[in-house]
Nanobody, 127 residues
Framework: VQLQASGGGLVHPGGSLRLSCATTGFSLDYYAIGWWRQAPGRQREAVSCLSYRDGKKYYADSVKGRFIMSRDKDKNTAYLQMDSLKPEDSGMYYC?????????????????????WGQGTQVTVSS
């Protein structure tokens, strides 16, 4: 099982990036994928996650309306489209998976831990 995040970089405030989470060894038909980020000196925080069963997406309040999560099951890849980026979006971004079904009360934003993690990709938003 592998998850590999990529697509990070340096971008100006207001810019966009698209992160990819390439997965091997399992199917996105049976695993939910989530994105987290961690800035230096801060705790890791959940950004978004996508339920494998119904495709429902969950977003942190800080990114709603700016970030969109998606998946391509044929490519076994999940994506995080990030628009209108702000300096506070900077950090290392990680993707992870869980075999549990996500619900409004149990998802990446609370109540559900994800079991397997990939290496991160650095996002820096700066002028």
């Amino acid at each position: 099982v592998q998850l590999q995040a990529s697509g990070g970089g340096l971008v100006h405030p207001g810019g966009s990036l698209r992160l990819s989470c390439a997965t091997t060894g399992f199917s996105l038909d049976y695993y939910a994928i989530g994105w987290w980020r961690q800035a230096p000196g801060r705790q890791r925080e959940a950004v978004s996650c996508l339920s494998y069963r119904d495709g429902k997406k969950y977003y942190a309040d800080s990114v709603k309306g700016r970030f969109i999560m998606s998946r391509d099951k044929d490519k076994n890849t999940a994506y995080l489209q990030m628009d209108s980026l702000k300096p506070e979006d900077s950090g290392m971004y990680y993707c992870a998976r869980t075999g549990y079904y996500l619900t409004p009360s149990s998802n990446c934003l609370g109540g559900r831990t994800f079991e397997d993690w990939g290496q991160g990709t650095q996002v820096t938003v700066s002028s």
